[in-house]
């Protein structure tokens, strides 16, 4: 795919504090949705949509991301003694070969705008991604590529957002907006996690962001926050005084993969369709519902 996005931000740096003791010493990145880790379901709706440059803001306690983009060539080696060659096939194939993996690190918990900051010097003067890969979306075309398709249409940057519970909006970055049109809206405001009294809608944003550059100088002139962070919502907010913003209402079904409950759904909804376990993990499900 000849994609004009060429380069796709992975903040990785958090603490997973909503996933402890599983995250106490493993990524939560590397949580597993039945046998891939969710940073490969993330970097694999990048690669699909034709990014080919993955700059991941990474933090101590992380390595393990690393090693898994990474070359196991004992792993290799006994794949192949073994004569397991599918199984070599799948592992070889997690990057294509024009993929490039870039590390920054994120010293200190500062926050998501923090985080889009570090990677400045490496994407430049282009459009970019930001991929949360806590935030599992299953969608057809992915929802990153249903991203870049508007922005080469309509030349701006592009957040996608879902409806939530109202009562939820404390957890997300919430927009108002005007009308949709197509599933596209401009956005007029957005406030980082407002209570259910201020929120301006019930349209929260996901963990996909089609940014310009401009974002950089927003981010580089915020000061922190209550909470001592720099959060991208607010950069979003000075930077729609200087360009258009749109709000995609994308097409899928998104999981909220960093909370417990939403991670259980994924789970059982990938090991639905994964074409070695669906039709035993049915039969189970069947079997699990009469005996309840
Ligand atoms: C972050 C953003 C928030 C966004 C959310 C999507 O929050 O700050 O604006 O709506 O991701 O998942 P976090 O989930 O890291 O608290």
């Known amino acids: 795919m000849n994609s004009t996005i ?93 993929v490039s993996c870039i590390y920054i690190r994120q010293p200190e918990p500062l926050g998501l705008g923090d985080a889009v900051l570090r990677a400045r ?20 075309p992915g929802c ?23 009562t939820d909006t404390d957890k997300y970055g919430v927009i108002e907006s ?16 407002p209570s259910p009294a201020s929120a301006p809608s019930n349209l929260g944003v996901v963990g996909r962001y089609i940014l310009t550059p401009g974002i950089f100088d927003q981010l ?7 909470n001592g962070e720099i959060q991208l919502t607010d950069g979003i907010a000075r930077l729609l005084a200087h360009e258009r913003v749109l709000a995609l209402e994308f097409t899928g079904q998104r999981y909220d993969c960093g909370d417990k409950l939403g991670f259980l759904k994924a789970t059982v909804e990938y090991a639905i369709k994964h074409p070695e376990l669906k039709d035993e993990f049915l039969d189970y499900l069947a079997k699990w519902h009469t005996r309840r």
């Open 144 to 166: 990153i590529a249903q991203m870049i398709d508007v922005h080469e249409r309509h030349g701006a940057s592009v957040l996608a957002v879902e409806s939530i519970p109202p």
């Open 178 to 193: 005007g009308d949709f049109a197509n599933g596209i809206a401009r956005i007029d405001a957005i406030v980082e996690k």
């Open 6 to 98: 060429k380069k796709a931000v992975f903040p990785v740096a958090g603490l997973g504090t909503r996933f402890l003791p599983v995250t106490k010493a493993n990524p939560k990145e590397m949580l597993p949705i039945v046998d891939k880790p969710l940073i490969q379901y993330a970097v694999e709706e990048a690669v699909a949509a034709g990014i080919q440059d993955l700059v991941f803001v990474t933090g101590r306690g992380k390595r393990a991301i690393e090693d898994h983009f990474d070359k196991t060539y004992e792993l290799e080696v006994t794949l192949e003694a073994r004569g397991r060659h599918r199984m070599l096939t799948s592992m070889r194939g997690i990057l294509p070969e024009e």
């Open 121 to 140: 010097s490496i994407i430049g003067n282009e459009p970019f991604a930001v991929i949360l890969a806590d935030d599992l979306i299953d969608a057809a």
């Open 220 to 226: 580089a002139d915020l000061g922190r926050d209550d």
